[in-house]
């Protein structure tokens, strides 16, 4: 097992864990106190509780290398188990933003307790540790499965916040906050989803990668002394990670022999642009002319 996917398995079930003791802890004293609030967020982390299951059983499978299905690895199934996240968030979401103006119009019934503030102290320490231990580990793994959990266990961290709201509104005798910060813990909900199912949608159409990194990309591929312009260039996510292709155009007399540890030597050094897992490099003998009527053709100084 690698370190890599050995530090994944193990920031996932972090995740699994700090769900389920949130989920106990928050659902009880809610179901207990009538707190919509607790109820909202109890049932958020349901949602944070599939979520982490789904990465840990499905984005493990990122780990994978190529076999003779999947020539080119596993990387996708990373993105496809985000997206499924973020579609269950939204889903999670607009539920509980129907039940908590449902309680709002109906009348709140909370009823104040101490316990109810211990509660959600265990809940913003509880996923506090977890965001960050996530954040830590994807520093090594760089996984958008693990991203998309941190940026859960961050939001969690704000519903829990806005939950706190409605307890203290019920402490002040103004049970209606309980029911309004329901809405806005579920709306939080509702934007978590779409943004993480957008992100991942992004790396499953094969977009391309922000032009920032395809500039470096580029000035790494031209920074080579025998690199005398550049055409055909593309760059595009296959999973989370880049693949790139493109032509050179380098001198024209060079031998075989040369060519190929040219090849070589460009496609180490793109290799070691961050998220490129895949090269592949085209040269082109100078003299041709090629490269003089490509939509992006480049030229080294």
């Not at 968030?89 to 009823?111: D, H, K, N, P, W």
């Amino acid at each position: 097992m690698t370190d890599r996917r050995r530090a994944f398995l193990r920031a996932s079930w972090v995740n699994v864990v700090s769900s389920l003791l949130k989920i106990v802890v928050e659902g009880a004293l809610g179901l207990a106190f009538g707190s919509i609030a607790l109820i909202a967020d109890a049932v958020h982390s349901v949602a944070d509780l599939l979520a982490s299951a789904v990465v840990l059983i499905w984005g493990r499978a990122s780990f994978a290398g190529a076999d003779d299905d999947h020539p080119h690895g596993h990387d996708r199934f990373e993105p496809l188990t985000a997206l499924f996240v973020g579609g269950v968030l939204v889903l999670l979401g607009l539920a509980l933003f129907r039940e908590s103006t449902l309680t709002f119009f109906e009348g709140a019934v909370a009823t104040y307790s101490v316990a109810l503030v211990g509660g959600l102290v265990f809940a913003l320490v509880d996923r506090g540790v977890c965001y960050w231990y996530t954040v830590q580990v994807n520093q090594q793994v760089d996984s958008p499965g693990l991203r998309a959990l941190a940026a859960d266990s961050k939001n969690d961290v704000w519903t829990t916040g806005a939950a706190m709201i409605g307890v203290f509104g019920m402490a002040a005798d103004f049970p209606v906050l309980d029911p309004v910060a329901g809405a806005f813990v579920s709306l939080l909900v509702v934007w978590q989803g779409i943004e993480v199912a957008r992100e991942n949608l992004t790396y499953l159409l094969d977009a391309a990668p922000p032009p920032a990194l395809q500039t470096e990309i580029r000035e790494t591929i031209l920074g080579h002394r025998r690199v005398h312009g550049l055409h055909d260039f593309r760059a595009f996510y296959t999973g989370h990670r880049v693949e790139v292709e493109f032509h050179a155009e380098v001198d024209g007399d060079m031998t075989l022999a040369d060519a190929h540890d040219l090849e070589t030597e460009l496609r180490c050094r793109v290799m070691a642009v961050r998220q490129v897992e895949d090269v592949h490099v085209h040269l082109d003998p100078a003299g041709l002319g090629e490269w003089v009527d490509a939509d992006e053709a480049t030229v080294s100084t």
